[in-house]
């Protein structure tokens, strides 16, 4: 949410596709959002046919990720307020689908690591969105129940895991990416971009 870096994902994946012999299709990506590292890397490995492990498909495609990140972080614009702007309010944590030394990279890059008192990775948990563990992980290490949290998405299975998470949550479509609109029409506020998102509109998705 904070990075608008699935045209990334998308470039280095299908490139990997291409070296390491795949077929890659252009639903791939959008079929292997919101998935965890395991799942995405399997999915890579089986049906892309990739000729490798999903343990080597993951270490390129961090590595080459992370080399990304640390030359120019694809951080969207009005993110980096946003989330200082929260963090002076509320406790905030990061529940993301990239695996942890990644976000760790963007966060270090963007200037953000302090800002957060969780970072969560759905690696470290069971499922990949659309389930809703990684929120629910997250809320538990701030000390809450998932239902005393906002959650912010931007994606189709980000979105479906946090209302299944029992969080209020607000949906700022990914423009590249657009979410379903039953997705987006299941988030408890809508806001066009992260520049919007100031403590009134957390408390307005709070108040549903």
Sequence with gaps: MLLESEQLWDS????????????????AQRRMMGMN????TTFMADHLGLDATPAAIEEAVVERLSALYRRSPPVLPG??????????????????????RLIATALDAAGLSRCFREIVSSEEVERGKPAPDVFVE????LGRAPGDCVAIE????GL??????????V??????????????????????SIAWLWPRAVERAWSG
């Design 12 to 27: 280095v994946r299908r490139r990997l596709a291409e070296e390491w012999g795949g077929a890659w299709d252009d639903e």
């Design 171 to 192: 949906a700022i479509p990914n423009r590249e990416y657009p979410p379903a609109g039953d997705a987006v029409a299941s988030a408890h506020l809508r806001l066009p």
């Design 160 to 169: 479906r895991a946090a209302v299944a998470s029992g969080a209020r949550v």
């Design 138 to 141: 997250a809320a538990g290490r």
């Design 37 to 40: 590292t395991g799942e995405w």
């Design 154 to 157: 931007d994606s189709t299975s």
């Design 79 to 100: 993110a980096v307020a946003a989330v200082r702007r929260l963090a002076r309010r509320w406790p905030l944590a990061v529940a993301s689908s990239s695996p942890r």
